[in-house]
């Protein structure tokens, strides 16, 4: 620790005696200055021991005494050293009297000790306080770097908490804790999960101090050198950082970020396994795609799994609101979607993706095809789960950018295939491909392939090429019936309905069988198309549906 009055008071080579202020000697001492200027205060910094010898000043008289003391206090200073013998025999009392009333520590010095005996005992001591703590920042470091190598981020983050006196928390890309030390710091770190967003929007390296609610002082570190910080680190504690603590906290952020940025290369490999593995599979050679994967995908080729696939476009236009409701709990939802401005979309899905997958212990395949994202997750699992969770928050953050008039950044449309096995993977992928298209026409973030085989055909039909196909052929038939010569769209529909019975179509119509055999050779000659062809009454069927005719 830095010296202190005390400490001054009990070295035995200065034989310095207290005179006033007693209860404030445990004051440390940033250094000791000699000024004999009547207003010395211009000159202080804050936190010294002023030695003086009143040379100039009228150390008899109380008025004078305690404005000198007062401004002295006000400055920082944080005692006075009194020379006795040299132009007083004795502290004068106005001075102590001044000192006493303002709580400023006076120490009376010796004849026998020069003042610069008492300047190179604070600076002996301020070295010795930094030397302990340059040797206990290399300790620190040595048990960090050995504990990061056997141990991993868990066992960095135990060493780091105990050097600090404190806890200790590290977050990945989207913001969720993955590791915290002691056990019961994980809750209080997980409720700075919107400082640690707002730090992950600033380039590496970035930190900040944040307000938590409780006595910690809670300090956030960003992990990374990308502009994009892949992680974030956080430490409470009940006071500021000494010297000794800041060393541990740098060297456990510097060990941190070479594992992030290792990660980082490690990651880039992994995906060109990942896309030759995926690539083996779409080809039909399962086989082939285990082998190459060994052991990096765990039994994620084996049990049965989902193909994503994802590509970023721009929203709907501000005030069209998507499809289907705005999830409950959004508040929960919109914080862990963590896209932010002008962030990739794609890339934001991955690490929420990949991050989810690891917290869980799973395996997933990530690979970046052009502006697309496939990934095969398992079913079921975290990583799918934290997908769809990512696809529901941004409906919800589009909803309400709508009724705001606002507006959002480029989205990703996310199309999942039906759970599917490696044999199957050519046909998992081209079911994701059909998803995605839906999404896209349906201007939904994420669909499932599903979804749309257990839904009707009709709202595909929505299409403005479907309609405007569907109004094209029916609009001879309309203009006819304009005319008032008949009525051949309705008997159109009828008959269709009826799959060509002639008798109970025209009972629905109200005519008689004869009149609708007419009506039927009508619509063949206007359209010049047979109603015998089956190609020709499914599209009239599906025209009339388009339509709502």
């Known amino acids: 620790m830095p010296p202190t009055l005390a400490s001054l008071v009990h070295h035995s080579a200065l034989k310095l005696t207290v005179r006033a202020g007693e209860e404030r000697l445990d004051t440390p001492v940033r250094w000791a200055h000699v000024s004999e200027l009547a207003d010395p205060v211009p000159y202080m910094e804050g936190g010294e021991l002023l030695l003086i010898t009143a040379l100039k000043l009228d150390a008899e008289d109380p008025e004078a005494m305690r404005r000198y003391v007062k401004r002295l206090v006000g400055a920082g200073v944080v005692g006075l050293g009194f020379a006795v013998g040299v132009n007083y025999d004795d502290v004068p009392q106005a001075l102590v009297d001044a000192a006493r009333s303002e709580g400023l520590p006076l120490l009376a010095v010796p004849p026998r000790t020069p003042f610069i005996a008492i300047s190179k005992a604070v600076s002996a001591a301020i070295a010795a306080d930094q030397y302990r703590a340059v040797t206990s920042g290399f300790a620190a470091q040595r048990e960090l770097t050995?504990?990061?190598?056997?141990?991993?981020?868990?066992?960095?983050?135990?060493?780091?908490?105990?050097q600090v006196d404190g806890w200790a928390a590290l977050y990945d890309a989207s913001g969720a804790v993955?590791?915290?030390?002691?056990?019961?710091?994980?809750?209080r770190a997980a409720r700075l999960t919107p400082d640690v967003e707002r730090l992950r929007e600033r380039p590496a390296p970035a930190s900040a101090v944040v307000a938590s609610g409780t006595d910690d002082r809670i300090e956030l570190h960003s992990i990374g050198t990308g502009r994009g910080p892949r992680a974030a680190l956080a430490v409470g504690t009940a006071a500021t950082l000494g010297t000794a603590e800041r060393y541990a906290l740098h060297s456990a952020i510097a060990l941190l970020t070479l594992t992030t940025e290792r990660s980082r290369a490690l990651h880039a490999a992994?995906?060109?396994?990942?896309?030759?593995?995926?690539?083996m599979l779409l080809a039909g050679e399962p086989d082939h795609a285990r082998a190459v994967a060994g052991g990096l995908y765990g039994a994620l080729l084996d049990a049965p799994f989902r193909m994503v696939l994802a590509e970023a476009v721009a929203p709907p236009p501000t005030g069209v609101a998507a499809s289907g409701d705005t999830p409950a709990g959004t508040a929960v939802l919109l914080a862990?979607?963590?896209?932010?401005?002008?962030?990739?979309?794609?890339?934001?899905?991955?690490?929420?993706?990949?991050?989810?997958?690891?917290?869980?212990?799973?395996?997933?395949?990530?690979?970046?095809?052009?502006?697309?994202l496939v990934l095969l997750a398992a079913d079921g699992g975290a990583a799918v789960e934290a997908c769809v969770r990512y696809a529901e928050a941004l409906e919800a953050m589009r909803a309400e950018a709508a009724r705001a008039e606002g507006a959002t950044g480029d989205e990703p449309v996310i199309g999942f295939s039906a759970p599917s096995g490696p044999i199957a993977a050519a046909g998992a992928f081209k079911q994701a491909e059909q998803a995605l298209s839906v999404a896209r026409r349906r201007g939904r973030i994420l669909v499932e392939h599903e979804d749309v085989v257990a839904g009707s055909v009709l709202p595909l039909l929505a299409d403005d090429a479907v309609l405007a196909f569907a109004d094209g052929l029916l609009r001879a038939l309309r203009d006819h019936d304009a005319t008032g010569r008949g009525d051949l769209v309705a008997s159109l529909r009828a008959w269709l309905s009826r799959h060509g019975q002639w008798d109970a179509a025209a009972a629905d119509l109200g005519v008689h069988r004869h009149t609708l055999r007419y009506r039927m050779r009508r619509v063949e000659e206007i359209l010049g198309r047979s109603l015998d062809?089956?190609?020709?009454?499914?599209?009239?069927?599906?025209?009339?549906?388009?339509?709502?005719?």
């Open 146 to 162: 050995k504990q990061a190598l056997s141990e991993g981020p868990e066992g960095l983050l135990t060493v780091l908490a105990a």
């Open 178 to 187: 993955v590791a915290a030390a002691p056990e019961w710091a994980g809750r």
């Open 270 to 279: 992994e995906q060109r396994i990942g896309s030759a593995v995926l690539r």
């Open 336 to 372: 862990e979607a963590v896209t932010g401005a002008g962030e990739d979309p794609l890339s934001a899905l991955s690490d929420i993706v990949e991050s989810a997958a690891a917290r869980a212990g799973e395996a997933v395949l990530v690979v970046p095809d052009g502006g697309r």
């Open 533 to 549: 062809d089956p190609d020709v009454r499914m599209e009239l069927w599906l025209a009339l549906k388009a339509t709502g005719s």
